[in-house]
């Protein structure tokens, strides 16, 4: 019975190993310095002769506990209260749809450089109002929508600024782009910590939610989770509307589910019924070569809900099992273009360019056409 035990454990540490190496992985922290925060600067800062990188404004709330930093804001891996404010985020010039440029010691690269890799150059923290007001700043020239993006495991707060900047680059979002970190620990072994953070975040979700929902003058939402971090926006929303009711609940007319680590069951009974709202679309990008979902399902004993097509109701599968790895969402191109698609130009999946295959009599899926 002892070895039975001693086995089954060195198999889950295995697992929890080997996910670590399939799932989004932590990168360094980057120095930060308080940027300047006038509402009057551009989103977007396309490159110039002195500056060669693009500038990309991102918002963002975070229940990461501050670390100690000498002339320098950092968020940990430990729990914390919700605090907001916005970053600055580089883009190389030679950067690539779908890509996170970083430095590699093959390239004999061993310190960031923004003309070369996507690089959080700055950050600041603003009040609830101050936050309010930037973001409603940025969306008076566009259509009064913004993209909220949620991170999975294994990230760090410096790598979820990376990915939403990357995310509102290759998007060409024109409005506010905002990221929820929540306190993932940024390492292989921390799946069963990061289970518990995420499932502890959903009030302070709630809340950041509140304020473009129910504190500005938004007039849609577009909210996109990534694997792990799926388990807290769909709790979040689920709730939102109990909470501040349904005029609110409704401005999250986009929900994108990317591989979403969730156990199958459980949404269709339990969550499902409860997200269904007016004017909100869902959408969920699974793929059957999912090798981290297969892991966590070995893990966690379920089928997970980003590692196949379902016969639901109301919601959008995309097969996208052509696409590579676990982070597919953001870093292959053929993904980042459908995104548009939905987001950008608000066709519905029969209107884009997908292959679409019947599921049942009365159900179709979709799936990307072969490049």
Same mark, same amino acid.
């Given at each position: 019975?002892?070895?039975?035990?001693?086995?089954?454990?060195?198999?889950?540490?295995?697992?929890?190993?080997?996910?670590?190496?399939?799932?989004?992985?932590?990168?360094?922290?980057?120095?930060?310095?308080?940027?300047?925060?006038?509402?009057?600067?551009?989103?977007?800062?396309?490159?110039?002769?002195?500056?060669?990188?693009?500038?990309?404004?991102?918002?963002?709330?975070?229940?990461?506990?501050?670390?100690?930093?000498?002339? $320098?804001?950092?968020?940990?891996?430990?729990?914390?209260?919700?605090?907001? +404010?916005?970053?600055? &985020?580089?883009?190389?010039?030679?950067?690539?749809?779908?890509?996170?440029?970083?430095?590699?010691?093959?390239?004999?690269?061993?310190?960031?450089?923004?003309?070369?890799?996507?690089?959080?150059?700055?950050?600041?923290?603003?009040?609830?109002?101050?936050?309010?007001?930037?973001?409603?700043?940025?969306? /008076?020239?566009?259509?009064?929508?913004?993209? &909220?993006?949620?991170?999975?495991?294994?990230?760090?707060?410096?790598?979820?600024?990376? /990915?939403?900047?990357?995310?509102?680059?290759?998007?060409?979002?024109?409005?506010?782009?905002?990221?929820?970190?929540?306190?993932?620990?940024?390492?292989?072994?921390?799946? $069963?910590?990061?289970?518990?953070?995420?499932?502890?975040?959903?009030?302070?979700?709630?809340?950041?939610?509140?304020?473009?929902?129910?504190?500005?003058?938004?007039?849609?939402?577009?909210?996109?989770?990534?694997?792990?971090?799926?388990?807290?926006?769909?709790?979040?929303?689920?709730?939102?509307?109990?909470?501040?009711?349904?005029?609110?609940?409704?401005?999250?007319?986009?929900?994108?589910?990317?591989?979403?680590?969730?156990?199958?069951?459980?949404?269709?009974?339990?969550?499902?019924?409860?997200?269904?709202?007016?004017?909100?679309?869902?959408?969920?990008?699974?793929?059957?070569?999912?090798?981290?979902?297969?892991?966590?399902?070995?893990?966690?004993?379920?089928?997970?809900?980003?590692?196949? &097509?379902?016969?639901?109701?109301?919601?959008?599968?995309?097969?996208?099992?052509?696409?590579?790895?676990?982070?597919?969402?953001?870093?292959?191109?053929?993904?980042?273009?459908?995104?548009?698609?939905?987001?950008?130009? +608000?066709?519905?999946?029969?209107?884009?360019?997908?292959?679409?295959?019947?599921?049942?009599?009365?159900?179709?899926?979709?799936?990307?056409?072969?490049?």
């Amino acid at each position: 019975m002892m070895r039975c035990w001693g086995s089954t454990v060195i198999w889950r540490l295995l697992a929890v190993l080997w996910m670590g190496g399939a799932l989004v992985g932590c990168a360094g922290s980057a120095d930060v310095a308080p940027p300047d925060t006038s509402p009057s600067e551009l989103t977007v800062k396309q490159a110039t002769v002195a500056e060669p990188y693009a500038s990309v404004r991102v918002f963002f709330g975070t229940n990461r506990a501050r670390t100690p930093a000498q002339d $320098a804001i950092r968020f940990g891996t430990k729990r914390g209260d919700l605090v907001l +404010g916005s970053c600055t &985020v580089s883009i190389p010039p030679h950067h690539r749809v779908g890509e996170i440029e970083r430095p590699s010691i093959w390239r004999l690269e061993f310190r960031e450089d923004p003309a070369r890799h996507v690089t959080l150059l700055s950050l600041g923290l603003l009040s609830e109002q101050d936050f309010v007001h930037r973001v409603m700043a940025r969306a /008076r020239t566009s259509r009064k929508e913004a993209l &909220v993006f949620v991170h999975g495991y294994n990230v760090s707060f410096e790598e979820a600024a990376r /990915r939403a900047g990357q995310l509102k680059y290759d998007l060409s979002f024109p409005g506010p782009v905002l990221f929820f970190s929540w306190p993932s620990r940024g390492i292989p072994v921390g799946y $069963a910590h990061d289970e518990d953070n995420i499932e502890w975040s959903v009030p302070d979700l709630i809340s950041f939610l509140h304020l473009l929902t129910g504190r500005s003058d938004l007039e849609r939402v577009y909210f996109v989770a990534h694997s792990m971090g799926s388990r807290g926006a769909v709790r979040a929303l689920s709730e939102l509307k109990e909470v501040h009711g349904l005029a609110e609940r409704q401005k999250i007319s986009e929900l994108i589910l990317a591989a979403p680590d969730i156990d199958a069951d459980v949404f269709v009974e339990q969550l499902l019924p409860r997200l269904a709202a007016p004017r909100t679309r869902i959408t969920i990008y699974a793929s059957t070569q999912d090798n981290a979902l297969s892991i966590s399902r070995f893990f966690n004993g379920n089928e997970r809900l980003g590692a196949r &097509v379902l016969d639901l109701e109301n919601v959008d599968f995309v097969d996208v099992s052509g696409a590579v790895g676990h982070s597919y969402f953001a870093d292959s191109g053929r993904v980042i273009e459908d995104l548009y698609r939905l987001l950008m130009e +608000g066709l519905s999946a029969s209107e884009r360019s997908l292959e679409a295959v019947r599921l049942s009599a009365r159900k179709m899926y979709y799936r990307l056409r072969a490049p």
